[in-house]
């Protein structure tokens, strides 16, 4: 076999390799698992680092607070804050309480997760139906269907910041709060 597909097959391993002692953990905590992981440096200093953003998704995909408090770091700070969201821990647990008013199955998946250094790079897919209440809007069962993209960075083992990109346009037309 020459180098070249040698290290090409090496590399499209990698991923199955680098996440079993994490899908021990996961097992235990039911973490999503990501369809795509990428990484670029030492596998095993990956390793915590993915598990943090995986815990991460965890909480948005089941909004169980268990999850965010062991991802995020005591002094976690949100980069891109949306107006009126409280800084730090309280600022994700409020704005999925919200969320999951509006849309109670919301279920997100990790489509791809990128580590680099110290940063994590996460492409979520959140699925669901409008069925609660949005504000002061009332959902009739409309498909939600929207993507996310977050750039964390990781200090021992917990996500200390966090950059994120949600696909707002869209929610908001299938929540039927914009035109097409």
């Known amino acids: 076999m020459r180098k070249s597909t040698r290290t090409a097959l090496s590399a499209a ?9 994490v899908q021990a953990v996961e097992q235990a905590e039911a973490l999503p698992i990501t369809k795509h992981v990428a990484v670029a440096g ?23 607070e ?11 700070t949100d980069r891109t804050l949306p107006k009126g969201r409280p800084q730090g ?38 699925k669901g139906h409008f069925t609660g209440l949005f504000g002061e809007v009332q959902g009739k069962g409309q498909v939600v269907d929207f993507q996310a993209f977050d750039l964390y960075r990781i200090q ?13 346009l ?3 037309q299938q929540l039927g709060l914009v035109q097409n």
């Open 13 to 21: 391993l990698l991923p199955l390799a680098l996440l079993a002692p």
């Open 42 to 64: 030492d596998e095993a200093q990956a390793r915590p680092l993915i598990l943090a953003a995986l815990r991460y998704a965890a909480f948005w995909n089941t909004g169980d």
């Open 66 to 76: 268990h999850y965010a408090r062991a991802a995020l770091a005591a002094d976690f």
């Open 89 to 126: 821990l309280e600022g994700p647990l409020q704005a999925s309480k919200g969320f999951r008013k509006a849309v109670p199955d919301l279920s997100a998946e990790v489509d791809d997760l990128v580590v680099a250094g110290d940063r994590v790079s996460v492409h979520l897919h959140f």
């Open 156 to 168: 021992d083992g917990r996500i200390a910041d966090n950059w994120h990109l949600e696909d707002n």
């Open 170 to 172: 869209t929610l908001m």
